[in-house]
């Protein structure tokens, strides 16, 4: 089913890539990326590795920014741009309470993030 829709995004994208040159695609490599930054970011936070923990916290700032553009645009999606757009800011967070050493905080926010996914995929996600 989802490759299906795949391809007739696909389809539809080249047909409207003349008009709407800037469309997004949530495409599963990304969401896939996602699950492994936030893997390797919680445990990165766990041993306090502050320079690891700082790039992947960067890292998924820059990919929940892509799902929230994705959102946006495809538009009808309120309660998804608003959790990935939580989700960023939280991102961001991290990066100033592990430059802080506040691992603490940066622990609760990253709870906060993985919180954000299962709601997001509870109510967004097809399969
Ligand atoms: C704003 C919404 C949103 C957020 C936040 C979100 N996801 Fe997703 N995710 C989706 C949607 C939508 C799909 C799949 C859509 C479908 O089934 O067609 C998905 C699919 C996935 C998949 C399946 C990929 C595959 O190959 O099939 C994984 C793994 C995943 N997400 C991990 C995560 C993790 C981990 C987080 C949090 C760190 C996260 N997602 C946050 C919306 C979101």
Redesign the pocket.
């Known amino acids: 089913m ?1 490759k299906v829709s795949l391809i007739i995004l696909g389809f539809l994208l080249v047909l409207t890539t003349s008009v709407k040159s800037a469309q997004a695609e ?1 495409d ?1 490599d990304l ?2 990326a ?2 492994d930054t ?1 893997k390797s970011l919680s445990s990165n936070i766990a041993i306090k590795d502050q320079k690891a923990s700082t790039s992947d916290a960067k890292e ?1 700032e820059q990919m ?1 920014s892509k ?1 929230e553009t994705y ?1 946006v645009e495809k538009g009808d999606a309120p309660d ?1 741009v608003d ?2 757009k939580k ?1 960023k800011e939280l991102s961001l967070e991290i990066v100033k309470s592990v430059t802080a050493q506040d691992f603490d905080s940066a622990t609760n926010a990253a709870t906060t ?2 919180r ?2 299962r709601t ?2 509870t109510f ?4």
């Open positions: 989802r949530l599963m969401m896939q996602i699950e936030n998924l929940f799902v959102f998804a959790l990935a989700s993030i993985s954000n996914c997001c995929h967004y996600k097809k399969s």
